[in-house]
């Protein structure tokens, strides 16, 4: 039973306090399956998508969709955005995780869709093909990963989708019976006078048959993957400079340059508005390089 989550080596997610009804024995992790399983009630199939939490048991998202009669598609898409910072350990036991989590739903008829890409454009395309109506996803806490989330999730806002827009559900899998860790004491030991009670552990659900026609894709290898993101970093544009081989004065001087050239385009006359123009393609070229590097 797959049961390895890379999220383990990144410490725990973010807690929250879950009222409960008086007499109500269910555990948390039950109640929060049924909760996410009641946002997802409308017909058709749901999308998993699949980053550091490669893993069914213990899993609310997959208990969550396996409750409903609708075809299930757990995804998992090699993004450099999400991979820039893995180490060589990282990435094998990375590659480790997806071979084994793809056996386990093999067993069971599912399957795991291995894609390479930017993961608005998989995920986008992937809904369209299976005509998705929630995307299951984690609440990362990590800055990167959200910014990666927030970007798949914006944009399916400028889609317009025949069986309607698919909706996003965020999921957490708290050490402790808690819901809001903005009411948790400030200090540690007033935390450990709460005695809060660990979440009980969801069992591995059983996936119902993927019986659709896509492309399953193949797993890689770790020469693969270490080649994908090489030619990644080597596809961008010359002209393009990375901010992370560049020191802050030549990046100074570089905008001054672009100023000068500018100032004395508008001087010129005739070929200040040529001149203006490619020095501000320049400088947003530049600028919008930048923050895709610090993305």
């Known amino acids: 039973m797959a049961s390895f989550s ?20 269910r555990s948390p992790r039950s109640r929060r399956r049924r909760t996410l399983f009641c946002r997802a009630a409308a017909e058709g ?14 899993h609310p998202r997959l208990a969550a969709a396996a409750e409903g009669r609708r075809a299930v598609v757990p995804v998992y898409v090699f993004d450099r955005r999400i991979l820039s910072g893995f180490s060589d350990e990282m990435l094998e036991l990375l590659l480790f995780a997806l071979e084994d989590l793809r056996k386990v739903l093999k067993d069971q008829g599912s399957d795991l869709l291995i894609c ?10 992937l809904v369209n093909e299976v005509k998705a109506t929630h995307v299951f996803v984690e609440d990362e806490v990590e800055y990167n990963l959200r910014r990666v989330v927030d970007t798949v999730k914006s944009s399916f806002s400028s889609v317009e989708f025949s069986w309607g827009d698919p909706n996003f559900v965020f999921w957490r899998t708290p050490f402790y019976d808690v819901e809001n860790s903005k009411d948790l004491p400030a200090s540690y030991n007033g935390f450990q006078k709460l005695k809060l009670s660990l979440s009980n552990p969801i069992s591995s659900p059983s996936l119902p048959h993927l019986n659709m026609e896509l492309d399953r894709g193949t797993l890689p290898s770790f020469d693969e993957v270490k080649k994908y993101l090489n030619v990644n970093l080597n596809e961008e544009d010359d002209t393009w400079s990375s901010l992370k081989e560049m020191s802050a004065e030549a990046i100074l001087r570089k905008t001054r340059k672009g100023q000068a050239v500018e100032k004395t385009g508008i001087v010129n006359g005739i070929e200040s508005f040529e001149v203006a123009n490619d020095a501000r393609w320049t400088l947003a070229k530049s600028v919008l390089h930048h923050r895709k590097e610090i993305w």
Not at 6 to 25: A, N, Q, V, Y
Not at 116 to 125: P, Q, R
């Open 6 to 25: 890379l999220s383990s080596l990144h410490g725990p997610t973010r807690p929250r306090f879950l009222s409960r009804p008086p007499g109500d024995r």
């Open 116 to 125: 390479f890409g930017s993961a608005e454009d998989v995920i986008l395309k």
């Open 45 to 58: 199939a749901v999308m998993v998508w699949m980053k550091r939490d490669l893993r069914l048991d213990d």
